[in-house]
């Protein structure tokens, strides 16, 4: 009880003290705005950075304006102090808006200019700017790092706000770890000298990791205490990154007492704070718990509408983050290539200052001897020939590390290509195939557990199915790709006829058929015989007759044709749909492999971007070619041909003909 009173009692207190401090904070702005209109030069310059700095996480594009500016005018004025501070807020706020490889650009120059000017205040934010990166690729260790050199650093300049900031972020990165102990540690005594500070936006941050601490804990009711002050005080502050990250861990809180109705509220406020301000992982969080929160309730159908929302968005941001990672990763890394390249030439600018002091030397000893004795000009004669050895070692050495910066660069460009192909699989296999198949197990976890009705299980069955067969053709074309890029793959050709293939690819893609009412025109031969890998050609057809029927409007038309050319088979199917852009076309049939964005059907149809990827690799390999004729908003008409008999096996036994007439 005397726990619960004390606790109490410190929430009534930051309340008060956060209104207190508010009002301060809004009279400073207004005056600081208002000074601004008059203001110029350095005056101006440091009334921008103070308006950027304390609007950043409340108003982010004003911001974000008031930064731009002050960079423009410091770099003008030649102002590093000014410029290095402009720099770090723009930074600051492109990491809150996920543009982490630009975040790092301005952070690592703001640090550059900052110890230039000797400005240790703004060196210090910034350590806490590349500690956020650190944690932003899971490295919690360097981000703690980062934080606590950041604290030292504003500790020794006086400044309370960068102290309390870094205990906050050294907290979180603790509770990030699972080391609970040391985050509360540091969470309470940013609290505590936080009251000489005056910032209710950092208390509401450092309530928040406490929060967490006894949420993990299990100690529920404590935990809903906390995070019921730190929302308080993000409002009262108008921190909307700290609202919406508070909002879901409240109701996640909430749902753990059983107070749904409480949790719900509160889940539904999150998701309004998010929208307006496009927090979408903080949107996602809330949409989580929300359709926790509607199972227990006993609302299947908007619990399975929450789930499906989190699991879009949740697939999204899993997608983007690990690109901006890359991204990130490949920034860091090239800085670092950079530095090691600016090393390698200061040593070299050494080793040339050093050989051009020893010329000199040599050339005085050279004078002086020609004035003494033979016998030290023989001398001089074999130190100047160990040189030239030297110097010839140099140059080597020189065109060795050369070639060695050639081979990295190669290595760099192959791994930039070979990154994008795999992220590019990663997205679909991540992305195409988890979020179908994680909605069919949530339906048949609740259908386990008798939570679904007969009627409620028809109504998600069609959509269940539609779903299946998508991730089942792209599971197909991902397999025969992979399958296609392994060393000993052969093609098994064999004669067959290509007229069945179609047939029976016809008949398994009817329910789309019909689902759009379309009329197929087969005008093949009966006998369109052709000598290729069947596997391979089956994949084909199915492909092409597939973005033929997801890229047809309702009740079109679709004509298949096949023509003998030669020692080709050209089979041709061409569509009245959407079409094509010539830009599309060129990448399509392109020389060098890429995988596509893929473009969504007429009925919103999903695909991975393999499919016409995998037509032209497969229909090349069989020795035959891709031609592709389209008009947007007209139609698209694409056109194979495939050898109609073994090219190679006709030809010996044409020359052996030949030979027994002669």
Not at 475 to 485: H, R, V
């Amino acid at each position: 009880m005397k726990r619960l009173i004390t606790k109490l009692f410190l929430l009534l207190f930051i309340y008060s003290w956060s209104h207190e401090v508010e009002s301060q904070s809004i009279d400073n702005l207004d005056s600081l705005k208002t000074a601004l209109n008059s203001a110029e030069g350095g005056e101006r310059i440091r009334i921008l950075n103070l308006l950027a700095s304390n609007l950043r996480e409340s108003e982010q594009e004003l911001a974000l304006n008031y930064a731009l500016e002050a960079e423009m005018l410091s770099r003008a004025a030649s102002d590093a102090s000014g410029e290095s501070l402009a720099k770090e807020n723009i930074g600051w706020i492109y990491y809150r808006r996920g543009r982490w490889q630009r975040a790092f650009d301005y952070s690592k120059e703001a640090y550059e200019l900052a110890l230039a000017a000797n400005n240790m205040n703004v060196a210090a934010r910034l350590l806490n700017s590349m500690g956020a990166l650190y944690y932003e690729q899971n490295d919690f260790d360097k981000a703690i790092e980062q934080f606590k050199k950041g604290y030292l650093l504003s500790k020794e300049q006086g400044d309370l706000y960068t102290q309390i900031r870094s205990l906050n972020n050294v907290a979180f990165n603790f509770s990030a770890k699972g080391e609970y102990d040391s985050a509360l540690y540091y969470a309470r005594y940013s609290i505590l000298i936080n009251q000489k500070a005056g910032s209710p936006y950092l208390t509401a941050f450092a309530n928040r990791v406490i929060g967490d601490i006894y949420f993990n804990r299990g100690e529920y009711d404590s935990a809903a205490q906390i995070f019921e002050g730190s929302l308080e005080d993000s409002r009262i502050q108008n921190v909307k990154t700290t609202e919406a990250s508070v909002t879901h861990r409240l109701g996640a809180t909430y749902l753990k007492l059983g107070r749904l109705e409480d949790a719900k509220n509160i889940l539904l406020e999150g998701i309004e704070v998010s929208k307006s301000n496009k927090f979408l992982d903080e949107l996602a969080k809330n949409y989580k718990y929300l359709a926790e929160v509607y199972e227990a309730k006993g609302n299947i159908l908007k619990a399975y509408e929450n789930q499906k929302t989190y699991l879009i968005l949740n697939d999204s941001l899993v997608n983007k983050g690990n690109r901006d990672r890359i991204a990130l990763m490949q920034g860091m890394f090239q800085d670092n290539l950079d530095q090691s390249e600016l090393n390698l030439l200061r040593a070299q600018n050494e080793n040339q200052a050093q050989r051009i002091q020893l010329n000199r030397r040599n050339n005085l000893i050279v004078g002086i001897a020609v004035f003494l004795i033979v016998g030290l000009a023989i001398w001089l004669y074999t130190l100047n020939r160990n040189i030239n050895k030297y110097n010839k070692d140099l140059l080597k050495q020189k065109e060795k590390i050369k070639k060695q910066n050639n081979d990295l660069e190669a290595k760099s460009l192959q791994l930039e290509k070979i990154n994008e192909t795999k992220n590019k699989l990663f997205s679909i296999l991540g992305h195409d195939l988890k979020g179908p198949v994680g909605q069919v197990k949530s339906v048949v976890d609740l259908l386990m557990r008798g939570a679904l009705t007969k009627d409620e299980f028809d109504q998600l069955l069609i959509s269940l199915n539609k779903d299946i067969d998508t991730v089942h053709f792209t599971l197909n074309n991902t397999l025969k790709w992979s399958m296609s890029q392994m060393e000993g793959f052969k093609l098994k050709r064999s004669c067959f006829n290509l007229t069945e293939i179609v047939n029976s690819t016809i008949s398994l893609i009817d329910p789309q058929v019909k689902g759009k009412n379309l009329t197929i025109n087969n005008k093949m031969d009966n006998d369109a015989s052709v000598f290729a890998d069947m596997d391979l050609i089956e994949v084909v057809v199915r492909n092409i007759l597939n973005n033929a029927v997801k890229f047809s409007k309702m009740n079109d038309s679709i004509e298949i044709t096949s023509t003998s050319e030669e020692n080709m088979m050209k089979w041709c199917v061409n569509d009245h749909g959407v079409g094509m852009s010539k830009s599309q076309i060129k990448h399509i049939l392109g020389k060098d492999y890429a995988i596509t964005d893929s473009q969504k059907g007429t009925n919103e149809e999903k695909g991975s971007g393999l499919g016409l990827q995998l037509c032209k690799e497969f229909i090349r390999m069989s020795g035959g070619d891709i031609f592709i004729q389209s008009t947007e908003g007209t139609g698209t008409k694409i056109c194979v041909t495939i050898p109609k008999m073994d090219l190679v096996h006709e030809a010996n036994s044409v020359g052996r003909k030949e030979i027994a007439q002669s």
